[in-house]
């Protein structure tokens, strides 16, 4: 039996989703719905989350591994990387994407929390791992870090080369048959939940603290935005996350 981790909330202006367990946690976030736009869906995701108060931190996101803490020179100007860390309350953090998985980590104990965007490239340089260091060198621990993983592209639809393949054998080794899926084609499927799922675990973030949406952003056009469905030209999934 799989219970529903998300559920949506209706706004006068659109829709965004959540996980309700992970509001509990203490971490508020949302990630914002087709029907909000990109544009600005943050300033309004903030304001209905009550966020707005708060600098918001964003990043030029190019698919690496480069972890930032956020401090108000990096709110003022954004650098690139593609994962944020807050070793306090009082900030909003910032993704986009159209398939990449958008992950959502929190400390319960220290309180410190986090946003990563791993798409393939990210997920093979290991962005989550590193992003899990730098949590747990500043004294958040594995056993109270709780990790979710929103709405992004899963083995069902996302389809690759035998170069990413092979790139993630030569990085990752035998355990990344364990992330290959046959497709319906000659190319295989990459499971990106299973390879972050794996990072967390090794990082000692225990499975039953690894909340998942599920959501298929191809799968579910209906509800987001997604790079691969919409054939390139689309707009992004907002995800933002902080503690007032
Ligand atoms: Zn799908």
Redesign the pocket.
């Known amino acids: 039996m799989s219970t529903r981790t998300w559920c949506l909330e209706t706004t006068d202006r659109g829709r965004y989703c959540r996980l309700p367990a992970l509001t509990r946690l203490g971490l508020t976030h949302g990630f914002s719905c087709r029907d909000l736009g990109s544009s600005e869906a943050d300033g309004f995701l903030a304001g209905i989350l009550g966020l707005q108060q708060l600098p918001l931190a964003r990043l030029r996101q190019q698919h690496t591994s480069t972890v930032h803490d956020v401090s108000a020179e990096l709110v003022k100007t954004p650098p690139v990387g593609d994962a944020l860390v807050a070793r306090q309350a009082g900030w909003a953090l910032r993704l986009q994407t159209a398939d990449c998985l958008p992950l959502l980590l929190v400390d319960t104990r220290s309180g410190h929390y986090g946003v990563v965007h791993a798409g393939w490239r990210g997920t093979l340089a290991g962005v989550l791992h590193q992003t899990l260091q730098a949590l747990h060198s500043a004294g958040s621990g594995p056993g109270s870090t709780w990790m979710a993983i929103g709405p992004g592209?899963?083995?069902?639809?996302?389809e690759i080369g035998t170069e990413v393949v092979t790139a993630f054998r030569a990085r990752w080794g035998e355990r990344t048959r364990h992330w290959m899926r046959p497709g319906a084609g000659s190319r295989p499927h990459l499971d990106l939940v299973a390879a972050n799922r794996f990072q967390a675990a090794q990082a000692g973030v225990p499975a039953a603290q690894v909340l998942d949406t599920g959501l298929?952003?191809?799968?579910?056009r209906d509800l987001f935005f997604s790079y691969r469905g919409d054939g390139g030209a689309t707009g992004r999934i907002i995800t933002l996350a902080g503690r007032p």
Not at 153 to 158: K, L, N
Not at 216 to 220: D, E, G, L, V
């Open positions: 592209i899963r083995a069902c639809c996302f298929c952003t191809r799968c579910r």
